[in-house]
């Protein structure tokens, strides 16, 4: 039976994922048939509070080997990659779970809970991740699917319910999820960055963690959520591996999450058109000088297939804005990245220099052919001439001039990027240059 809860986040600190672990414990009775899911959906939500994740699970009895994958409340958990034809009773569980979700509601979250023995169609995935969903055509599927559900407040909850059910995932990471105790939540957090950066160099499978560039942990949240914090990686033994090695201030619990995180799901490739509140890969020129405005913020035009397009690197993106305000018009790009509508502007997740352009710089006046001497300039903007023959040039002695930026890929610091956005390494990739205060190293 699988059960989808989402919309349980709260701006004051609660957590989905927190959640998910207070229901796996509720059916110690039952088997949990493979990880928990943590799926995220499109992250230009405007209504998201978060990070826009919806979580899965799936109970039955389980049948063949266990994998080890999470403690909580000091009872290991288990989950099986296959199980019997057995399937609990789909209103007993929905009225264990109730109580869990009104326990943790806040004023602001509108959560939903969908209890169905089939999953609904793989296409509600894709539309989960890459549009904003109407809310009639999750209703009707739910109906096809004969799902049973428990809201609060709008229900807007079950469209990620619906969504996050309908993964099946083609690329998939692991996230190994540690929370506080109760009484240390909105606290500040205790823990050792070297131990982090200790997995981040030690364990190459990690993704996400650690920020070489300015030496800072990015895998703890600022948030007053119950999260201590959450490593993430390709290989789920790795994870465990991690875990052992990271020293923190007491945990309550922990679990291994299968998520679609850093796959990129979200980005729509080869668009017929452009819609605001959806991401997109986009092929093109840069088209005009790069400018600034208040904020720190660095833009920049180019041409596509669909038009102009206005791109944008942001404050909290940090040294990436180096890269991006080193490109100069005629440079070859492909931008990741979310389109807002106001302004409409893509908002960088990534960019990829495919070819730059020569970047000339004048060294002197041209020099006489005839006579060897250099010829003098006749006023700005204007010819060039000899003074002894009187031969004319319009050109200067020019030499190209080094670019700071070459073609490969670049992306945001590590506390900068997406849940969803890919990042390099698992790309395997490394970015050609770094920037430091506005120069190539």
Not at 72 to 101: A, K, L, N, Q
Not at 261 to 276: A, F, K, M, S, Y
Not at 279 to 302: A, N, P, Q, W
Request: net charge neutral.
């Amino acid at each position: 039976m699988f059960v989808a809860v989402d919309d349980t986040d709260s701006m004051k600190g609660n957590c989905t994922t927190f959640l998910a672990t207070e229901i796996i414990r509720e059916f110690g009775d039952l088997d949990l048939i493979g990880n928990p899911r943590l799926v995220r959906l499109n992250p230009a939500t405007p209504w998201k509070t978060r990070g826009n994740g919806a979580l899965v699970m799936r109970f039955g009895k389980g049948s063949g080997p266990r994998r080890f994958i999470g403690n909580i409340g000091g009872r290991d958990i288990f989950c099986f990659d296959c199980c019997t034809s057995f399937e609990p009773d789909p209103e007993m569980m929905r009225d264990r779970i109730i109580p869990h979700i009104q326990a943790h509601h806040e004023d602001d979250a509108d959560p939903g809970l969908l209890i169905s023995r089939v999953k609904p169609s793989q296409s509600f995935y894709w539309r989960g991740v890459r549009t904003i969903m109407d809310r009639d055509d999750i209703d009707r599927e739910i109906e096809r699917i004969g799902g049973i559900t428990y809201t609060i407040g709008n229900g807007r909850g079950l469209i990620g319910c619906t969504c996050g059910m309908a993964w099946r995932p083609r690329d998939s990471t692991f996230e190994l999820l540690s929370y506080r105790p109760e009484s240390r939540w909105g606290t500040e957090r205790i823990f050792d960055p070297s131990t982090i950066e200790a997995v981040e160099h030690s364990i190459p499978t990690t993704f996400n963690s650690w920020e070489d560039r300015t030496s800072k942990v990015a895998m703890v949240p600022s948030t007053p959520c119950p999260v201590m914090y959450g490593l993430r990686g390709d290989v789920e033994s790795d994870l465990i591996r991690g875990f052992e090695m990271i020293k923190t201030e007491l945990l309550d619990r922990w679990a291994i999450f299968l998520t679609n995180q850093g796959t990129d799901d979200h980005i729509i490739h080869n668009p017929r058109e452009l819609v605001p509140n959806q991401s997109y890969m986009l092929h093109g020129k840069v088209s005009s000088k790069t400018r600034h405005i208040e904020g720190g913020h660095v833009f920049f035009d180019m041409d596509t297939g669909l038009g102009e397009v206005t791109c944008g690197a942001y404050e909290p993106s940090k040294e990436f804005r180096y890269m991006v305000d080193w490109l100069c018009k005629g440079d070859e790009v492909e931008v990741i990245g979310e389109l807002r509508d106001d302004p409409r502007t893509l908002n960088i997740e990534k960019i990829h220099v495919i070819s730059v352009v020569e970047e000339y710089r004048k060294v002197s006046n041209p020099i006489c052919p005839i006579c060897s001497r250099t010829m003098k300039s006749t006023g700005s903007g204007k010819k060039f001439k000899c003074k002894k023959c009187g031969t004319k040039s319009y050109t200067p002695v020019m030499l190209p001039v080094r670019r700071q930026v070459v073609p490969g890929w670049y992306e945001p610091p590590t506390a900068a990027r997406r849940h969803l956005s890919k990042p390099l390494k698992r790309m395997g990739l490394t970015q050609p240059v770094e920037f430091v205060n506005g120069r190539s190293q």
